[in-house]
């Protein structure tokens, strides 16, 4: 049983596509995450989502927009698609208190072309 | 804002060299994190660091978080071909008691040549 599970793992499209990435914890946590990751490996944080409440919006553009259906799911989708756009993207999990470690899922790497 | 610099960027060792990583926070900490991601992979956890001046060792890796808890490192003794990967530290801010975000250091990517 994979903990916090994105999909899909590989997204490859095409500039001004519109795509989603999902993910899925299955940890009871109460708190989930969207980072994103380039290609000198710095984890950016997104957004965050206490009991599908947003908590957070680190000055993403409003081309990405987040969805909590239930605490256990946070989705991820984003508009007219840019190159800048291309990175890994890693959802991850935890309990909202400050001494817990966080879960992450395997990462869903997008390729805009 | 709170931010958490680490350093080196980059580390290449011979095999059985030692590694050293340095972290340090603008502001204090109620405690630090590290992970490791390994080349294709996911952050994984590692350790948390919660008292001032606190030492825990995993095998060969020893985590040190400083008297302040401004600072920490993590040290790998005699590195092996299977410590390769990027290791980062992280610390929490806490937001209006809402979980709150975790703060990550730029990373260091160690390489070892066998």
């Known amino acids: 049983d994979t903990a916090v599970s994105q999909t899909p793992k590989y997204l490859v499209t095409q500039m001004g596509n519109d795509k989603s990435i999902k993910c899925e914890q299955n940890?009871?946590?109460?708190?989930m995450y969207w980072y994103k990751q380039d290609s000198k490996k710095f984890l950016k944080i997104m957004f965050s989502y206490n009991n599908k409440e947003l908590i957070i919006n680190e000055t993403v553009p409003n081309r990405f927009s987040p969805k909590s259906p239930d605490k256990a799911h946070l989705n991820l989708h984003i508009n007219s698609l840019e190159l800048g756009d291309s990175a890994v993207y890693f959802c991850?999990?935890?309990?909202?208190?400050?001494?817990?470690?966080?879960?992450f899922g395997q990462g869903t790497r997008l390729t805009v072309v | 804002g709170q931010q958490v610099m680490q350093i080196p960027q980059y580390q290449h060792v011979q095999e059985g060299e030692d590694f050293t990583t340095y972290c340090n926070s603008s502001?204090?900490?109620?405690?630090i994190q590290w992970y490791k991601q390994r080349p294709g992979g996911h952050p994984v956890f590692l350790i948390q660091l919660v008292k001032s001046g606190e030492v825990k060792k995993q095998k060969r890796l020893t985590f040190q978080f400083g008297e302040a808890k401004k600072n920490s490192s993590l040290h790998i003794t005699a590195t092996q071909t299977t410590d390769v990967g990027t290791y980062f530290c992280a610390g929490p801010l806490l937001i209006y008691n809402q979980g709150g975000k975790l703060i990550f250091g730029q990373g260091t990517e160690l390489s070892v040549k066998p």
């Open positions: 940890l009871g946590h109460d708190t």
């Open positions: 502001t204090t900490l109620s405690n």
């Open positions: 991850a999990s935890r309990l909202g208190h400050q001494n817990t470690e966080a879960f």
